[in-house]
């Protein structure tokens, strides 16, 4: 490891970032506490060069990434964010400005989230840069939004366009030609910056019934949640809401559908309620579109405008 | 991935070690409340194959010792363990084989130290095995044992005996012919399973006035605490407790007395506080040794017998 070692990047690049209880990250472990009659939530995931990212991305967009996808989390749980813990594992090449770098991206999304660092580690690896975030938010206790408790006869909704993510990833590779530059450049920030929806996810606790983030797919996640709730879904493509760079795809490439159904890393929000759900949570601004009901029964079933049932291997997710 | 794939792996050896809160790992993300008058204590670690274990153990060896390092920070900080996370990144041809061992060694851990899981994930990578776990411990409001605090006049007390995580290293490569293979063996086994000192910890809330975990080495632990504590220390060398076969080892091969001191793993704690405190400690059960004292100034100086600082370049530890 190159210039200034794992203590001097501590200590110049990752202390400023520390929340209070974190100690300037000057010590073996960090404390938090949540507010009164609220209960933290934990949720992390990894991100790993060349398999989560390409790799040519900016250092601050891969920082922003690796909090954001669990800020989506949190998102799915109806929690507010409040700190997290980092493990960086680095080739030992890297230099002291990739990590400088990447350690701004890191403090602009505790910016614009509003969270702080409670302490990490930073190690070398012959392998590629593999990056965990453990994130803290909370909920009041009990309110928890979670995948079981979706009923027969609820609507399933979801926020924003589908499949921007799984586009954008083909995008970013410069595999999507059917589509103009611009679009592919929309597409391919989709996929590198996704939109947690914390503000959404705090109008739906008490108000949905079931709900999850879209991380390996809508049909995957849907899968689920009717997998933990002991119901069914019908999810009708025709009314999945897609961008403009989505349609435009679409009508280049109709085979395309089935990544915007299957391909994951759109980090919207899936949940079921009452039809009048939209209205109740309209505040936070985020569209909404319903695109199915939950049914008695068991799976996922994807329906075409006749209703027929179109024949798809929904990928990350495997029926039990 | 070859064989039960991320999800079939989370639900067949992963969600039977899930705590309450943590929903079966079917959701988005865990819940965990600090009992009243408690704070939550959270810090994490990472291991990767070749760096920090040697790649020849048992993968619920692997397992204990990715636990147990975390445990010891929460040692450290005077904490009860309560519950982890966890992230797997593994090479794409780990077998489902691997995945249950090393997941019957996380339940063993589980089991011997009163914890349980809250979350993860598991990702595949082109690199070697890198496994992330992060701890939550809790104490009361307040008490955490912090690095700052240490005044001149303090003793610096260590538990155990120091430098078998380094010559266990050694003697786990093959490295340490100086000595027979029984004593050998008794090294590698103190360096593949540290022995987190929880009950010494819990002992030390409120005794203590500064505390670490031996991660880093000796010497550059010690030279946390001071750093942050704004003093200096004076360490007796001969003071130092080895463990018979690090007597014999020595005794062989006098220039390891700078690993002994230096090459961090032991995970023993080192802490300050007034003469009585090992009275007041006693009830932990495990052996106190008095090996310095707290002093104005700064830095970390090794002294001999006849109180002559010894030349060391202390390792993982530099000054500021």
Known sequence: ???????????????????????????DA???????GHELVITTDTVVEGVHYIGDEQPEQIASKLLRVNLSDLAAMGASPRAYTLNMTLPGDVTDAWVRAFCQGLADQQRDFGIGLLGGDSVSSPGPATLSATLCGEVPVGQAIRREGASPGDYIFVSGTIGDGALGLLAAKGELAVIDEFEAT???????TPEP??????????????????????????????????????VEFAKVPLSSAGEFALKAEPMLWKNVVTGGDDYELVFTGPENL???????????????????GDGVQLVNEQKKSLPIDIGGYRHN
Chains 1, 2 share one sequence.
């Open 1 to 27: 490891m190159p210039g200034k070692g794992e203590f001097g990047r501590i200590r110049d690049y990752l202390a400023p970032l520390a929340l209070d209880g974190a100690f300037d990250l000057t010590d």
């Open 30 to 36: 960090a404390t938090i506490n949540p507010e009164p």
């Open 186 to 192: 929309l597409l391919a920030e989709r996929y590198r």
């Open 197 to 234: 929806r914390i503000a959404l996810g705090l109008a739906l606790r008490g108000n949905a019934t079931a709900g999850a983030d879209i991380s390996d797919g809508l049909l995957a996640d849907i899968g689920h949640i009717v997998d933990v709730s002991n119901v069914g879904a019908i």
């Open 278 to 296: 939209v209205e109740k949570i309209k505040s936070s601004g985020v569209p909404i579109t319903c695109i199915g009901r939950i049914v008695s």
